[in-house]
């Protein structure tokens, strides 16, 4: 470590984020804890290397976890190197670093990946023309390989195979056998070598030295367990010797004590002790017990708790022997010889499934993600394991690789970059930044393990290691919230549950100096549910409601400090967001926000399958392929678009009870001479449209398919006018979005797209509906606490406490894990008896605990997301419950180790450390500070508690009840009133005053309004331009009218729109043989005419692809194409809306791309242009730009009022090329 400048006295950095950003010449990790200002200090390291050391950015490899954030990443880069470049001007390295921006490797290290893989193909012997998997065709290959795989041992079956099928399938079918195999499949491919991770788990069952790995760990946990039983007798044994009379209880404790110090024998586990304990029965404590006691002044309480800590011992010892040790040591390392041809098999099926499946991808020309993975880093490896010259390359091209987020690293990732980077760990060029009290994606196979071995290894010194840094200072929240939040994990996270130590060096320090005084502690609000008959909501229900009540409080009563301002203002709904682990209770959320008329959002990709809108498309598509599925087709029937009642269903099904399916029905009943009329006139119209759907699905594609029905049935404008429509409408055009992406992979037809969505509802692999609110929306927002990472919120409220720990994989038969292996109980064929293997034992308990370190881990980011309060919900059966959790046992500092893996729900543990420290009645061994005085200030928690008993709020309905009231109920008394008459009079010769508007379209397209401003000038009445838009349609005239003449300029014009829409961009660009295979495709798939190809401007298109803005649109992070728009016309032109001029612009965008954070769009032109001659280039530029400014203004100010940003543009003229308009509308 050298070169690290001193600080100036008013530089904005901490001493830690100085070094953080200077340090050099060794592998450096930075341990960042939440809110400690990580990408800025990042940031500044990457211009310092810039500006200081005048290292070229494109020479740096900066990997971070999501393309957002390596988009922001650069775009701040951007900003530094502009700003920097401003100040200094003549810096030639600077101006050059404005160019290399663009090309800098600041990326996902999927990119990274998948560049290597470009440029270096033939090394693994790739096709370059290869594409990038969609998550459907991902999906169903998957499915095919493992069927296909299947069925080969199917048909030659082994008794390992038969016995496997048998114990990892259910009853009725082998879906959860093929389940297991997929996530087996996931778990494989996250090893840099899958093959050898697959042969090391066999050869943990067929090597003696081996068992010891899982041995080892069993008598581990096994002391966990005796120790916590042997501590709880002695409490009993305490308890006991303060009363009279206990002798006999005494005596049972005695024998107790002797068996349990006989279990651990000088450290070592005696399995035959605990496999034959049995326990002593405790006498009675009866009343006469307790009475002789109290009458001698000795507390009964005494007896009680000696029952309970007895109690808990037997259950503790119970524990270890029905978990861990129901079978001999013999006994066990016998089942694991049997299970050795097994593991073999499975394994083997396994690895038939990797070789088919990769087979297939080969064939296809696709890659996924885990491919971009394996085969960059088969690139960079050679024969013997190590760096390859390409790898060496790229040694020699970064100057320095840094990696955000590197706790979410997974094994590949690891290998792919040890592959790159130079020297070893005291000399090396790696910077790593990360916490890993916030690595919460495990079941993407993220690897905390990586990160804590060299947060282990490094030291603060760097002294023959790597140097390790600790960002510590909040920026963010309050000290209540850090304070309570240090309180809460000092007491519940070290190494052996939450995978990290918490001490001085991982707490939170207080850094946000600006917020003033005020007190606002953390709130813990235990809501007693309640249970009475005359309460029907359930517990989530009440829930909701008291969720509902702290909102409105906040709202009504909280206020927000603003940093910049340095003053308070009124807390807003935008100000608060709703934490859970989940987002099963948002439904009801949902429905108790509006009954209190609080705007709400949740962005959820759970429950997608469950709308209304989706199950109606979804029983359409069904009953389409098959309409001899009777919950589909009668839940068709039912729907707003065919309306059947449930009589007229009662009376088709009577008529033929026998039928086999409700489909029958319907045909006999409509051949029935004595069938309501109506009804059959109403099956006939279902029929026909049944009937001409299955025959449309025929010829064309499922999302043609989906659109058709959407257009013939007004769905899309129906559900948008339903309560949440935007919501609905999001959700519909989800559903074609997939249909489009399905028809874009190499599966076709309705019953594969039928398939697909099965497989994602089997998987609960929701997409969820678009996000249809912006940042500044004045909503509650819900989330998951996986999505509000990196998120900050003045108000949390995490809810949802007592909801269990999802342990749902502990119960599976196959447990796998990523270090351990597999774990699979044994499997009796002969007796079909089912018996605890050492492995299903050791990994099921070892899955546990990193399940629950998981889930503190979750609980740390839902803390720390908090600005000025945390707001902690949690609903319990009964009070009782509270008091036990205030007695959970201690060990030292902490809950005791075993109530910690065993721990079932985040509430016991936040509860019992926060009541803990309030409580004044404890006694001394269940309290964790004898003096809270003593209490370091990062430390000292802020905290109310709060009981509630939950009673049903009455929801006050806001709206006045309207008095609905009969015309005939009106007297015609006063008939020859002369005020009436009037009245009457007034209202038949009412002249709607804004009738002039009547007369103007409420819509008007970008190029109507062009004509309408050409022409203003010149007197042309408004009318007329109506009639020159309709005259000029872009609409083709239908074929029969076209054949055999010439297609008109128009016409032309709408064909080569269509090629620009579909044109693939490709950094490599097309050739001509590409895009001639391109339009032969669009022909083939009717997205034009055979006859089409003639009229193509093949050289003009290739022009296009030749141009530098063909390369720039390559290269964005974004394209979207042929995208419509409606917006107000009084905001384009930054007009008051005013309520007589509702006018709104309508059109379609050719081509909007987003390139470093920048918007810009394309408007291609296909106009002839007489040029006169001598008319220069400038000229001709000249007249096109004013030929075109009116429309191209409105194009612009209408993105630039919709994205909220400057927007670039260009027009792109097919006989002329590209230009530029930014400049000039």
Not at 184 to 203: G, H, K, M, T
Not at 466 to 476: E, P, Q, V, Y
Request: aromatic share 10%.
């Amino acid at each position: 470590m050298n070169n690290i400048p001193i600080k100036p006295k008013d530089a904005q950095w901490t001493d830690a984020q100085w070094k953080s950003i200077y340090a050099n010449g060794q592998d450096v990790l930075v341990a960042a804890a939440a809110g400690s200002g990580k990408t800025a200090v990042l940031v500044e390291r990457i211009i310092q290397k810039i500006i200081r050391d005048e290292i070229d950015v494109d020479k740096l490899l900066v990997v971070t976890f999501t393309n957002l954030s390596a988009r922001e990443m650069k775009h701040r880069v951007d900003q530094r190197i502009q700003q920097a470049s401003i100040e200094d001007p003549r810096n030639e390295h600077l101006k050059n670093q404005r160019i290399k921006i663009h090309q800098a490797q600041i990326s996902t290290l999927h990119s990274f990946c998948l560049k290597i893989i470009q440029q270096h193909y033939d090394v693994i012997d790739l096709d370059p023309n290869f594409r990038t998997i969609s998550d459907v065709e991902n999906v169903l290959l998957l499915e095919q390989s493992i069927d296909e795989v299947l069925e080969k041992h199917y048909d030659t079956p082994d008794i390992e195979f038969l016995t496997l099928v048998e114990q990892l399938s259910s009853d009725r079918n082998d879906d959860n056998f093929r389940d297991l195999l997929k996530r087996f499949y996931n778990f494989s491919i996250a090893n840099p070598s899958p093959f050898q991770w697959l042969d090391s788990l066999v050869e943990i069952y067929t090597d003696d030295n081996k068992h010891k790995l899982y041995l080892d760990e069993l008598e581990r946990l096994s002391k966990i367990y005796i120790k916590a039983a042997y501590h709880t007798l002695l409490e009993a044994e305490n308890n006991f010797l303060n009363c009279i009379e206990a002798e006999k209880h005494l005596d049972v404790i005695k024998l107790e004590k002797y068996k349990c110090e006989k279990m651990i024998e000088g450290n070592v586990i005696n399995f035959e002790e605990i496999i034959n304990y049995t326990s002593e029965k405790l006498p009675t404590i009866t009343k006469k017990l307790k009475d002789t006691n109290e009458d001698e002044g000795i507390s009964s309480q005494f007896l009680t708790n000696a029952k309970d800590f007895y109690d808990d011992y037997k259950k503790l010892l119970s524990e270890v022997k029905n978990k861990y040790l129901m079978r001999s040591y013999e006994d066990l390392k016998v089942d694991m010889k049997r299970l050795a041809p097994r593991i073999q098999y499975l394994v083997q099926i396994v690895k038939d499934i990797i070789n088919d499946f990769a087979e297939k991808k080969r064939s296809r020309n696709v890659l996924d993600f885990s491919d971009y993975e394996h085969f960059a880093l088969q690139i960079l490896t050679d024969q013997e394991g190590n760096a390859s010259p390409i790898a060496k390359e790229y040694r020699s091209q970064f100057e320095e690789i840094l990696v955000d987020e590197y706790q979410d690293t997974n094994q590949v990732q690891e290998a792919i970059i040890s592959k790159i980077k130079r020297g070893d760990e005291s000399n090396g060029n790696l910077f790593m930044v990360g916490d890993v009290k916030q690595s919460i994606y495990k079941f993407r196979q993220a690897d905390p393990t990586l990160f804590m071995d060299k947060y282990h290894r490094f030291t603060k010194d760097g002294d023959q290691s790597g140097l390790r840094i600790d960002l510590s200072k909040n920026f963010r929240s309050r000290k209540e919230v850090l304070a309570t939040t240090n309180y809460l994990f000092d007491h519940m996270m070290d190494e052996e549950v939450g995978e990290i130590e918490y001490d001085a060096d991982a707490r939170l320090y207080f850094g946000a100096t600006k917020y003033s005084d005020n007190s606002m502690p953390l709130e813990l609000h235990a809501l007693i549910q309640d249970k009475s008959s005359d309460n029907d909501l359930e517990k989530s229900e009440q829930e909701a409601r008291y969720i509902a009540e702290q909102v409105k409080y906040i709202i009504e009563h909280k206020q927000v400090y603003d940093m910049k301002s340095e003053s308070y203002r009124q807390a807003t709904f935008k100000d608060i967001v709703i934490l859970e682990r989940g987002l099963k209770n948002a439904r009801n959320l949902q429905q108790v926000f509006k009954d209190y008329n609080i705007p709400f959002h949740v962005n959820s990709k759970e429950g997608y399958f469950e709308q209304t809108e989706v199950r109606l498309v979804l029983s359409f598509l069904r009953t389409v392929d098959n309409p001899l599925q009777d919950i589909y087709l009668v839940g068709l029937m039912r729907s707003v678009i065919y309306q059947f009642t449930e009589d007229e269903l009662a009376n088709i099904r009577v008529q033929s009870m026998n039928d086999d399916y409700f489909y029958q029905s319907i045909l006999h009943y409509m051949k029935d001479q004595e069938a309501n009329p109506t009804l059959v006139e109403k099956l006939e119209h279902f029929m026909d449209d049944i009937n001409m759907y299955q025959e449309y699905s025929q010829s064309h594609p499922v999302y043609q398919l989906i659109d058709k029905f959407y257009n013939d049935h007004y769905v899309i404008q129906y559900f948008s006018g339903l309560i949440g429509g935007k919501g609905r409408r999001a959700n519909l055009y989800g559903l074609f979005n997939k249909a489009v992406e399905f028809e874009n992979s190499s599966f076709r037809g309705l019953y594969q797209f039928i398939r697909f969505i099965d497989e994602l509802i089997e998987r609960n692999k929701d997409f969820g509906e678009e996000n249809v609110i912006g940042p500044n929306d004045n909503v509650v927002r819900m989330m998951t606490v996986h999505s509000s990472k990196g998120l900050e919120f003045p108000y949390v409220i995490y809810s949802g406490l007592s909801k269990n720990f999802n342990k749902g994989d502990l119960r599976k038969p196959l447990i796998l894990n990523q270090k351990y292996g597999l774990g699979i109980d044994y499997f009796d064929l002969d007796q079909n008896v089912t018996y605890p293997s050492l492995s299903s034992v050791v990994i099921k308990s070892i899955t546990e605990k990193e399940l629950i370190s998981e889930e503190m881990r979750l609980m740390y980011v839902a803390l720390t997301r908090a600005k000025e309060q945390l707001i902690l919900i949690g609903t319990i059966d009964k009070e009782e419950t509270l008091e036990k959790l205030e007695r959970l046992p201690i060990s030292g500092n902490q809950i005791a180790l075993h109530k910690r893996l065993s721990a079932d729900r985040p509430f016991d543990l936040i509860y019992s450390i926060l009541a803990k420290y309030q409580s004044t009645s404890l006694l001394p061994e269940y309290q964790f500070e004898k003096s809270i005085d003593n209490l370091d200030e990062s430390l000292r928690p802020t905290v109310d508690i709060k009981i509630a008993q939950f009673e049903e709020l009455s929801i006050e309905d806001s709206e006045s009840e309207q008095e609905s009231r009969d015309v005939s109920d009106l007297e015609v008394e006063g008939s020859h009133d002369e005020t009436l008459k009037q009245q009457i009079n007034d209202q038949l010769s009412f002249k709607y005053p804004f009738l002039k508007d009547t007369e103007k379209p409420s819509k008007q397209s970008v190029s109507e309004l062009k004509r309408q401003l050409e022409t203003e000038e010149s007197g042309t009445s408004y009318e007329r331009v109506r009639q020159y838009r309709i005259g000029v349609s872009t609409y083709e005239r239908p074929k029969f009218l076209r054949e055999n003449k010439k297609r008109k300029a128009n016409e032309i014009g709408t064909l080569m729109h269509t090629v620009m829409q579909h044109l693939p961009f490709k950094e490599t660009r097309m050739t001509e043989t590409e895009l001639n295979d391109y339009i032969n495709e669009l022909i083939e798939k009717h997205i034009i005419e055979e006859d089409a190809k003639k009229d193509i401007q093949f050289e003009a298109v290739m022009n296009f692809i030749r141009s530098d803005l063909y390369m720039t649109i390559t290269q964005a992070d974004k394209v979207y194409r042929e995208l419509p728009f409606v917006v107000n016309q009084a905001r384009v032109d930054e007009m008051p809306e005013l309520d007589e001029d509702v006018s709104i612009i309508q059109g379609m965008i050719d081509l909007i791309f987003l390139k470093d954070g920048q918007y810009y769009f394309v408007d291609y032109k296909t106009d002839a242009f007489n040029k006169r001659r001598g008319m220069t280039d400038e000229e001709v530029g000249i007249q096109l730009r004013d030929k075109y400014k009116i429309q191209m203004k409105y194009y612009k100010n209408t993105l630039e009022t919709i994205l909220n940003s400057r927007v670039y543009g260009y027009l792109y003229f097919f006989q002329f090329g590209q230009m530029s308009i930014e400049e000039d509308v």
